[in-house]
């Protein structure tokens, strides 16, 4: 039965402006979002989903841990 906490990764896309979500602990997910809560939603649906259509037994919860990086770039003002 599942009750091992799920690693999922989310990286930000600064080309397309959404969270891109992935994850090697359940099987065919890739989704995306805007926000970091819009993705939440979307992975707490589709988790179960996956690892049903993937013949993962699970009861219960299935806890999983989200881990979002983003990395930017920030310039200095000039000093006058």
């Keep these: 039965m599942m009750n091992e906490l799920l690693l999922v990764r989310a990286e930000w896309d600064r080309d397309v402006c959404v969270w891109v979500a992935t994850s090697d602990d359940v099987p065919g997910l890739a989704t995306e979002a805007e926000t970091l809560e819009e993705l939440c939603s979307k992975l707490e649906r589709m988790i179960p989903e996956l690892l049903n259509a993937n013949s993962v037994p699970i009861s219960g919860g299935v806890p999983f841990e989200l ?8 310039c200095p003002e000039p000093v006058s």
């Design 67 to 74: 881990l979002a990086r983003r990395f930017s770039t920030v």
